[in-house]
């Protein structure tokens, strides 16, 4: 009876990321396809020329630095994360909803950005919420974590395929069904059982209400590495969505969002495997490898041929799921449970806010100093942006110590 309700325990909390995840990479992958089949360039204002696709991925990143610590202290302290995902899949499928048909009638880019920035306020905090939840009814994080963490990346893997067979990849029509993902999110949530906050608490500062407390985290000096490397080295990484589709269309592949879910097939590899990669090796090496793959991604994306950046996609899931995969165990690990909402909350902060925000801009910027006329040079960007994650590599190994291998151990 017991084992009975563990594996139906194990499928709910598959079924949440597999769906949630679905729902993430069916709007994320073919944003940038969509907004280049619909006509968006750059966009003029305040005496400025930007790109409305580095906008509209940076939007998320803006997201990051208000909704997450915010949500992730009422999960924390007041509300049930069930309850509060609830709400924000409904108000996410709705904000999409409304960006997507904004962009299917050509409506004004700045009215278009301001729509996709609403839609990232709600859906944001919505995967620190869900990772919190399934953290709360895991026994063993270090073992349990990866191979359910994987089905999100498989739901990613399936949401990308349809939007490809639908031959949606440059059209309207991927945000709608990223909206009926986001609603079955939103129904889903009902069969979740509602766990209360771990540490309710009546009467909170302004601080604790805006979840900034969560920053007394970075007091403790792996934590502050930890994190500090997650936002430079998701600095890089971010242009890996935006513009691999644009080298793949350049190349002469159709259906980018389908070919782009090779990275996902490493990344459910390297998640099924973390059980014993991290019972091994320490968390140091871990990190380490995954920033390592990172540099073997954009080295051989910069090769400028078809198989080379076929099989630099490829290497995307080691570089993610090996360190962002491994972060969050981390901080499962050595954080208190009144504090692990807020953690997540504050890796998401970094990582995406800081991360996400100087990435899509920076990045937007090195594609536009790589690119003359309308010929880039795929070269010079990928080795650019390999060599400056080699620097975040060299970082990290100098600068975080850890508890030793026997403590890691025990």
């Known amino acids: ?223 502050l590495v930890v994190f500090l490397t997650a936002a430079l080295y998701n600095i890089p990484l971010a242009a890996f969505y935006p513009y691999s589709p644009t080298h793949l269309a350049q190349l002469g592949l159709t259906h980018t969002s389908a070919w782009m879910t090779l990275g996902q097939v490493t990344e459910v590899i390297a998640m099924f495997s973390l059980a014993g990669v991290l019972t091994r090796w320490r968390l140091k090496h871990v990190f380490l490898a995954g920033i390592g793959f990172g540099v073997l991604r954009y080295g051989l994306c910069a090769f400028d041929g078809k198989w080379w950046l076929l099989t630099g996609i490829t290497m995307h899931g080691f570089a993610f799921a090996l360190f962002f995969i491994t972060l969050q165990i981390y901080l499962e690990q050595r954080v208190e449970a009144r504090w692990r909402a807020r953690a997540q909350a504050l890796f998401v902060l970094m990582y995406s806010g800081f991360g996400n925000t100087l990435g899509y801009l920076g990045c937007g910027w090195w594609f536009s100093a790589s690119t003359t006329g309308k010929v880039t040079h795929w070269p010079q960007f990928w080795g650019g942006l390999a060599a400056s994650v080699a620097f975040v590599f060299v970082a990290f190994a100098f600068a975080y110590k850890g508890r030793g291998e026997a403590a890691e151990k025990a």
């Open 1 to 223: 009876m017991q084992e009975s309700k563990w594996w139906r325990e194990y499928a709910e909390l598959i079924a949440l990321f597999f769906i949630h995840g679905m729902a993430m990479g069916m709007w994320f992958v073919p944003l940038g396809s969509v907004l280049d089949g619909s006509g968006y360039g750059d966009v003029h204002f305040l005496g400025l020329t930007m790109s409305v696709k580095a906008l509209a991925f940076s939007t998320s990143g803006i997201s990051a630095f208000i909704s997450p610590l915010i949500f992730g202290a009422l999960a924390d302290q007041r509300i049930a994360p069930v309850k509060l995902l609830r709400w924000l899949a409904l108000a996410t499928g709705c904000a999409m909803c409304a960006a997507t048909t904004a962009i299917k009638f050509h409506a004004p880019p700045l009215a278009v950005l301001a729509l996709i920035q609403l839609h990232a306020l709600f859906s944001t905090p919505t995967w620190s919420i869900s990772t919190t939840i399934v953290f709360s009814r895991l026994g063993d994080a270090r073992r349990q974590f990866g191979p359910i963490r994987a089905m999100a990346t498989v739901g990613w893997v399936l949401g990308c395929i349809i939007v490809s067979l639908l031959n949606a990849d440059r059209t309207a029509l991927a945000g709608y069904c990223g909206t009926v993902a986001w609603m079955a999110v939103l129904a889903f949530s009902f069969v979740l059982p509602m766990v209360q906050p771990a540490a309710p608490t009546e009467h909170l500062n302004w601080k604790q209400r805006l979840g900034l407390d969560a920053l007394s985290l970075l007091r403790n000096r792996d934590n």
